[in-house]
């Protein structure tokens, strides 16, 4: 019994599907930058399992993974530097009460 | 079954259930270490696959850097939050129907794909950080270059964001 690329799939696609629904149902900001974190997480799995088990392996899948780490890392900083910011002013974490922009 | 299935059934259960318990439980602290679980997890898998150094890259930037950062996250915003999920029962469930349908369709795509049948393993010349190196400066040294631009700018911002306002020097 061996690993195929349909198992790296299926558990990128479970993480996906469960980050997909924590960002949506969270209402903490901070645990909704930490869905879109697992997200992220989930494409880099299938790019690294492409990258051995795809139709051409190269060892390119490994490079978008890292790049992607990087952006995410950036994206990470300066979502929490905004909820800091946020919070300052409001003294909320609560996604549902930052409404500034609808009113 | 082979030992690769036996640390692949381990790595993507770990992973999963430290995915699953992060929804599941209430304070916010809790989620974090459970999330660290599933970083690491996924450092293990790609290690499973041949890219040892993705998978160290995974440990250093996901479950160091990003875990302890959302924790400094927390500690400065709301010491002891929880996330209580009560109030929007019927939005909840149609978010949950949704991802299900989200599910669903990409599970029957990943299922009815023929996917080419798994290659030969080619042993590479080289290991496999230098193999990213020698690519990384050459192929993809505009985008690593661009990227490096984005991290200086990354850092910038959020000194410039998280910085108190009204103090200018």
New interface residues.
Partial sequence: ???????????A??????????A?????A??V???I??ML?AV??NL??F?????Y?A??G??F???T??????????G??????L??NKAT?NVDEMDQMKR | ??G??VA?FIL?LL??GG??F??SFTR?VH??IS?GI??IS?AG??V????D??GV??VL??SG??SI??L???M???HD?N???TGRTW??RF??L???G??GL??WG??NTP??A??AP?ASPVD?AK??GL??FTK?VI?FEL?SV??LV??I???I??K?EGDNE
Avoid: H
Wanted: hydrophobic share 65%.
């Fill in positions: 019994m061996t690993v195929s690329i349909t198992s790296y799939l299926m558990v696609l479970i993480l996906f599907c469960v980050g997909l629904y924590g949506l149902t969270k209402r903490n901070v645990v930058l930490l869905s974190e697992l997480n880099n799995i690294v399992a990258s051995k088990f795809g139709l392996p060892v390119a490994q490079i993974t890292l790049f780490m990087t952006v995410a890392a950036a994206e990470v900083a300066l929490l530097a905004i909820l800091i910011a919070y300052r974490v | 079954m082979t690769e299935f692949f993507s992973t999963i995915a699953v992060m929804i916010v989620m974090v999330l599933t970083f996924i898998l790609f499973l696959v041949g890219a150094f993705v890259a995974q930037v996901y850097a990003i950062l959302m400094f996250g927390i400065l915003t709301k939050a996330d209580e999920g939005k909840n978010i949950l949704f991802v299900a989200v599910f990409l599970f990943v299922q996917w080419p798994p290659p080619v496999n193999e990213i690519e990384v993809y985008p990227l984005l991290l990354a850092l911002g959020a000194i964001m998280a108190k």
